[in-house]
């Protein structure tokens, strides 16, 4: 069992980057595959990012494919999203999910509370 606490969310020019941290209690952290979702005001959670459990092997939506990248460092519990490029469009809470690799593009088992992330026009 984990427990995902998202962290790294703010204000930031379009244009500019941001770096999310999610550090996840639990010694089985290394166990699952992490992912992150956003949710806009007014819309449905989303998908946005996943990494299989070791790290090898990492998914994108369409949205973000070559601004964003998801890495995670299992010495640290730690899942990141580095997003680059920020477009308004981007503003969101972001959500950490802890779960299986193939079911994440939906969710996972586990949530954290999330981070606001809002992108100045």
């Known amino acids: 069992q984990v427990q995902p606490v998202e962290s790294g969310g703010g204000l930031v020019q379009a244009g500019g980057s941001l770096r999310l941290s999610c550090a996840a209690s639990?010694?089985?952290?290394?166990?699952?595959?992490m992912g992150w979702f956003r949710q806009a005001p007014g819309k449905e959670r989303a998908f946005v990012a996943r990494?299989?459990?070791?790290?090898?092997?990492?998914g994108y939506a369409d949205s973000v494919k070559g601004r964003f990248t998801i890495s995670r460092d299992n010495a640290k519990n730690t899942v990141y999203l580095q997003m680059n490029s920020l477009k308004p469009e981007d503003t969101a809470v972001y959500y950490c999910?802890?779960?299986?690799?193939?079911?994440?593009?939906?969710?996972?088992?586990?949530w954290g509370q999330g981070t606001q992330v809002t992108v100045s026009s």
């Open positions: 999910a802890a779960g299986s690799y193939t079911a994440m593009i939906v969710g996972g088992g586990y």
């Open positions: 639990g010694r089985t952290f290394s166990a699952y595959a």
């Open positions: 990494i299989s459990s070791s790290g090898g092997t990492t």
